[in-house]
């Protein structure tokens, strides 16, 4: 029995996943609702888990679905939560539903984006974001954050680079810390060497950094929302996130209501 556990390493990985959240046995003991000697035990190899303990386990960890399924793979267990294409039968009503939120949010920019920045979705006020940008950076998939980060992309006209870059990238980098992925590093760093090493202003405040972007008819300013699926039990729909940008000030809601107009 104490073979099949070491093989598997799913005791090893508890551990990893309880440490990188910072908790003690006891607390996730807590948290799942058993014992701190289970939880011992399971670490250590001396008791195989149970699927249902490794699934609250998984829970009170905050793992993603995908990391789930991958806990439970290391157990020996199926996996738990589907993957579907989203043209695919399953989440034909979902992508239908984005694409009416894509068009409700009109004549301002919303984007639908996969893991890595990937764009599935967008309105037509997103030609905001293209313009003037590299033709290789516009063949699809378009990766919406180097688009925005890239010197031949937005990068020329984002008048606040350095915050906004910054912005972006400590959200990528806090994502990473929550859930270790060396690709998501290797592309964080990719993108924050587009950024200038100039330090980021007094006013920068982390939370709220507004994008400041010049364009054709002037200066946008503009600020982000981020909505996810947070009860989504299918891993594709649970990795997607819908961003929505709004006018920070009146002459930019103006300024994307003419753009829209002459686009009609």
């Known amino acids: 029995m104490s073979n099949t556990i ?9 551990r990893r996943w309880r440490r990188a959240r910072r908790l003690s046995q006891l ?58 294409g989203l043209d695919e039968a399953a989440l034909r009503p979902v992508r239908a539903a984005l694409e009416e939120i894509l068009y409700g949010h009109l004549p301002y920019p919303a984007l639908v984006v996969a893991p890595y920045g990937r764009v599935v979705a967008a309105n037509d006020a997103v030609e905001v974001f293209t313009e003037g940008a590299a ?15 890239h010197p031949d992309g937005m990068a020329r006209r984002v008048r606040n680079l350095p ?25 964080t760093e990719e993108l924050a060497g587009y950024l200038p090493r100039t330090p980021v202003g007094p006013d920068h405040l982390g939370f709220a950094v507004p994008l400041r972007l010049a364009s ?30 709004l006018p920070a000030d009146q002459a930019t809601a103006e300024l994307l209501r003419t753009r829209a107009l002459g686009r009609a």
């Open 6 to 14: 070491e093989q598997t390493g799913v005791g090893a990985e508890l």
């Open 27 to 84: 607390e996730l003991a807590a948290l799942a609702d058993t014992t701190q000697r289970h939880v011992s035990f399971l670490e250590s190899g001396r008791s195989q888990p149970g699927r249902a303990i490794l699934i609250r386990l998984a829970e009170s960890l905050g793992l993603s679905l995908r990391e789930r399924n991958d806990l439970l793979a290391r157990a020996g267990y199926a996996p738990v939560f589907t993957e579907s």
């Open 135 to 149: 033709p290789e950076l516009l063949a699809p998939p378009v990766n919406m954050l180097r688009l925005m980060l």
């Open 163 to 187: 915050e906004w870059g910054r912005h972006v990238t400590e959200n990528l980098r806090a994502r990473a810390r929550r859930s270790p992925d060396p690709r998501l590093d290797a592309f």
């Open 216 to 245: 054709a008819d002037g200066e946008l300013r503009l600020i982000t929302t981020l909505t996810s699926f947070a009860t989504a039990t299918d891993i594709t729909l649970a990795e997607l996130h819908l961003e929505a940008f």
